[in-house]
């Protein structure tokens, strides 16, 4: 079992930061690939960037590169996700996910991660 709890997201000014943080339980949190994804109402979980456990990245929309920065830090069994220069369309319920199967690259469709967090709100006015 893997369990993950989502943290920092909030209401933020289109051109503002946030840092999203993704903490995860157990020893072997080094060995899973985690993706982060987001949901607006009424559309389907879209998957946003992941690292592979061998720290391989991964974004699946050409939207959010040069904005977001994934990294993870397995001694503290955490990802963070860093989005700078928000815009209103980044905003969504960002979740967290991860796998224990072994990919060379994160995959990019949900049904291929087991655990999943809460989700935590991100809300960017214009």
């Known amino acids: 079992q893997v369990q993950l709890v989502e943290s920092g997201g909030g209401l933020v000014q289109a051109g503002g930061s946030l840092r999203l943080s993704c903490a995860g339980s157990g020893r072997t949190f080094s060995t899973v690939t985690v993706g982060w994804f987001r949901q607006t109402p009424g559309k389907e979980r879209e998957f946003v960037v992941g690292?592979?456990?061998?720290?391989?990245?991964?974004y699946d929309t050409d939207s959010v590169k040069g904005r977001f920065t994934i990294s993870r830090d397995n001694a503290k069994s955490t990802v963070s996700l860093q989005m700078n220069s928000l815009k209103p369309e980044d905003t969504a319920v960002y979740y967290c996910?991860?796998?224990?199967?072994?990919?060379?690259?994160?995959?990019?469709?949900?049904?291929?991660?087991?655990?999943w967090g809460q989700g935590t709100q991100v809300t960017v006015s214009s």
């Open positions: 996910a991860a796998t224990r199967s072994r990919w060379s690259s994160p995959p990019t469709g949900e049904a291929s991660y087991a655990y």
């Open positions: 690292v592979s456990s061998a720290g391989r990245i991964i």
